[in-house]
């Protein structure tokens, strides 16, 4: 599939599933015991293929009466409850409040062994299903965890002083990618990057700048990955229009999950798979928007639309355009699944 190869059928991918309702709604007890095996066994029964096991994030400090932690890269993590009973893990703020705070810091070592435990630990599950699932690794990258963890205000600031942003992005380079050589060495078959380059309405940074600084290591993670024959998967949210060609010589194998609520009509998963698609999977795209508020006709034909036109040949993993999050109902994600399930087969046979 992602060598541009038709499996059996299109796999599935979520980046997060955090929706208390739809997990009820299949017999599963999202407050149970059980961690990967109980997430793992949850998405093999909506027919979610592609699960994720964490290799990075972890917390560093515990914030005051349970309601969060500093993770490793310095980013203030918070639990935030909806009605329904799903906890959210969000963002709220950085640690970092200067390039001293940071260098005070005592940098996350790749060498942790509860990183690698906890791919294995996915990697045992998948098996004990019967590879129902494929498990990924995952962790945290260069842009997404620096920006955070200083806040875009530090972080904004700090850009204007080459030095000391150059030595934060590259501490994270040479993190990320011992920590994907360690994986790719023990057999991980593909890593997910947590690296988020934009918004809605574009970049963090200048193109340039993410020539300077992101992409030579992305390059070298790219590298390494394939020389075990281990694939990267990018996830990055916002328009990614100026830098996508930059991405595609890194070596990236997969992106997602190519926001369809993008502010520029240039960034269209349609338009990119027609100047791309030879060269990259794509995954998701299905907007979340569209899952919590849309007419199902509406979320039928959009997902139909999906499939004929990115799935035929391979290179496409079917998904949201971010994560299924509590606003997302029960019937229009049947509804999205629906459509997979009835057309997902190949070869694809679908003209309306």
């Given at each position: 599939m992602i060598n541009h190869e038709e499996p059996d059928r299109i796999p599935a991918f979520?980046?997060?599933?955090?929706?208390?309702?739809?997990m009820k709604h299949?017999?599963?007890?999202?407050?149970?015991?059980?961690?990967?095996?109980?997430?793992?066994?949850?998405?093999?029964?909506?027919?979610?293929?592609?699960?994720?096991?964490?290799?990075?994030?972890?917390?560093?400090?515990?914030?005051?009466?349970?309601?969060?932690?500093?993770?490793?890269?310095?980013?203030?993590?918070?639990?935030?409850?909806?009605?329904?009973?799903?906890?959210?893990?969000?963002?709220?703020?950085?640690?970092?409040?200067?390039?001293?705070?940071?260098?005070?810091?005592?940098?996350?070592?790749?060498?942790?062994?509860?990183?690698?435990?906890?791919?294995?630990?996915?990697?045992?599950?998948?098996?004990?299903?019967?590879?129902?699932?494929?498990?990924?690794p995952a962790t945290g990258s260069l842009?997404?965890?620096?920006?955070?963890?200083?806040?875009?205000?530090?972080?904004?600031?700090?850009?204007?002083?080459?030095?000391?942003?150059?030595?934060?992005?590259?501490?994270?380079?040479?993190?990320?990618?011992?920590?994907?050589?360690?994986?790719?060495?023990?057999?991980?078959q593909m890593v997910l990057l947590w690296d988020d380059y934009g918004f809605k309405n574009g970049l963090f940074m200048r193109p340039s700048q993410y020539q300077k600084y992101i992409f030579p290591w992305i390059k070298q993670i790219c590298d390494a990955a394939h020389k075990h024959d281990c694939k990267i998967l990018l996830h990055s949210d916002g328009d990614l229009t100026e830098i996508f060609q930059d991405i595609i010589t890194c070596g990236v194998d997969v992106i997602n999950p190519v926001e369809s609520t993008i502010a520029n009509p240039d960034y269209d998963i349609f338009k990119l798979n027609e100047k791309y698609g030879d060269k990259i999977t794509f995954s998701g795209n299905l907007s979340p928007i569209m899952l919590a508020f849309g007419e199902i006709s509406e979320i039928e034909t959009y997902a139909k639309r999906l499939i004929r036109e990115l799935a035929p040949g391979g290179g496409y993993i079917f998904g949201s355009g971010h994560s299924i999050n509590p606003a997302v109902t029960i019937d229009r994600f049947e509804a999205m699944q629906n459509i997979r399930r009835k057309y997902g087969n190949y070869p694809i046979h679908l003209s309306d």
């Amino acid at each position: 599939m992602i060598n541009h190869e038709e499996p059996d059928r299109i796999p599935a991918f979520e980046s997060a599933f955090t929706n208390n309702t739809i997990m009820k709604h299949y017999g599963i007890d999202p407050r149970g015991a059980g961690g990967y095996k109980l997430i793992y066994e949850f998405l093999g029964k909506v027919g979610i293929d592609l699960v994720l096991s964490y290799v990075s994030l972890f917390p560093r400090r515990f914030l005051k009466r349970g309601k969060g932690f500093i993770d490793e890269y310095g980013r203030i993590m918070k639990f935030e409850p909806y009605k329904d009973g799903t906890q959210i893990l969000a963002y709220h703020g950085g640690h970092f409040k200067s390039f001293e705070d940071y260098e005070s810091w005592e940098p996350p070592d790749p060498n942790l062994k509860t990183r690698l435990v906890q791919f294995l630990k996915g990697r045992q599950i998948q098996k004990d299903m019967n590879d129902e699932v494929f498990s990924i690794p995952a962790t945290g990258s260069l842009m997404e965890c620096t920006w955070e963890g200083f806040g875009l205000e530090t972080f904004s600031r700090l850009l204007s002083r080459h030095k000391e942003i150059k030595k934060v992005f590259d501490d994270r380079g040479s993190f990320t990618l011992e920590v994907v050589k360690i994986l790719a060495e023990n057999d991980a078959q593909m890593v997910l990057l947590w690296d988020d380059y934009g918004f809605k309405n574009g970049l963090f940074m200048r193109p340039s700048q993410y020539q300077k600084y992101i992409f030579p290591w992305i390059k070298q993670i790219c590298d390494a990955a394939h020389k075990h024959d281990c694939k990267i998967l990018l996830h990055s949210d916002g328009d990614l229009t100026e830098i996508f060609q930059d991405i595609i010589t890194c070596g990236v194998d997969v992106i997602n999950p190519v926001e369809s609520t993008i502010a520029n009509p240039d960034y269209d998963i349609f338009k990119l798979n027609e100047k791309y698609g030879d060269k990259i999977t794509f995954s998701g795209n299905l907007s979340p928007i569209m899952l919590a508020f849309g007419e199902i006709s509406e979320i039928e034909t959009y997902a139909k639309r999906l499939i004929r036109e990115l799935a035929p040949g391979g290179g496409y993993i079917f998904g949201s355009g971010h994560s299924i999050n509590p606003a997302v109902t029960i019937d229009r994600f049947e509804a999205m699944q629906n459509i997979r399930r009835k057309y997902g087969n190949y070869p694809i046979h679908l003209s309306d």
